[in-house]
Nanobody, 121 residues
Framework: QVQLVESGGGLVQAGGSLRLSCAAS????????MGWYRQAPGKQRELVAT??????????AGSVKGRFTISISRGSIKNTVWLQMNSLKPEDTAVYYC????????????WGKGTLVTVSS
């Protein structure tokens, strides 16, 4: 099994920056990709960005491309993923969830409990 713990959310003014962190523990060797998703009030959860643990390939939602950067810890044990968020907008306000994807036999996909990001105008 994999456990995920997010940190780094908070309140920021429009145009500001925040950095989210997600630490994975447990069967991290089985993780194929990690990512960030978000859910705003009254809306469905949506993909923000993902990164593979193998080649580091990234994928971004169009709404955050050029403003957000996802990265993963180096070395043979890739157990931390970050989301650097710049030029934040009020519409980025949401609960941000970390995700780990891999074999179902290891209980994945796995979700963190989420961290709230609030961007004031």
């Amino acid at each position: 099994q994999v456990q995920l713990v997010e940190s780094g959310g908070g309140l920021v003014q429009a145009g500001g920056s925040l950095r989210l962190s997600c630490a994975a523990s447990g069967s991290i060797f089985a993780i194929n990709a990690m990512g960030w998703y978000r859910q705003a009030p009254g809306k469905q959860r949506e993909l923000v960005a993902t990164i593979t643990t193998g080649g580091g390939s990234t994928n971004y939602a169009g709404s955050v491309k050029g403003r957000f950067t996802i990265s993963i810890s180096r070395g043979s044990i890739k157990n931390t993923v970050w989301l650097q968020m710049n030029s934040l907008k009020p519409e980025d306000t949401a609960v941000y969830y970390c995700n780990a994807d891999g074999p179902a036999s290891f209980g994945m996909p796995t979700w963190g409990k989420g961290t709230l990001v609030t961007v004031s105008s």
